[in-house]
């Protein structure tokens, strides 16, 4: 809740939000490529991996 509040008070401020403004853009880059690797990885063990899935669900 105080995030939200010191959220609308910048908003209010006229001020603008940039959550990357310390990141150099290289830095993105290679966040949003490791993101991208490890949603489309495929695990090692196929069966482990349905196993975690399926159990999850019971």
Do not use: H
């Not at 403004?21 to 993105?28: A, N, S, V, Y």
Request: proline content about 2%; overall charge negative; cysteine-free.
């Amino acid at each position: 809740m105080e995030m939200l509040q010191m959220l609308k008070f910048t908003m209010k401020g006229g001020k603008s939000l940039n959550f990357t403004g310390e990141m150099l853009r290289k830095d993105i880059e290679e966040y949003l490529q490791t993101l991208a690797d490890e949603e489309y990885a495929v695990p090692e063990d196929i069966r482990g991996y349905i196993q975690s899935l399926l159990a999850a669900v019971e």
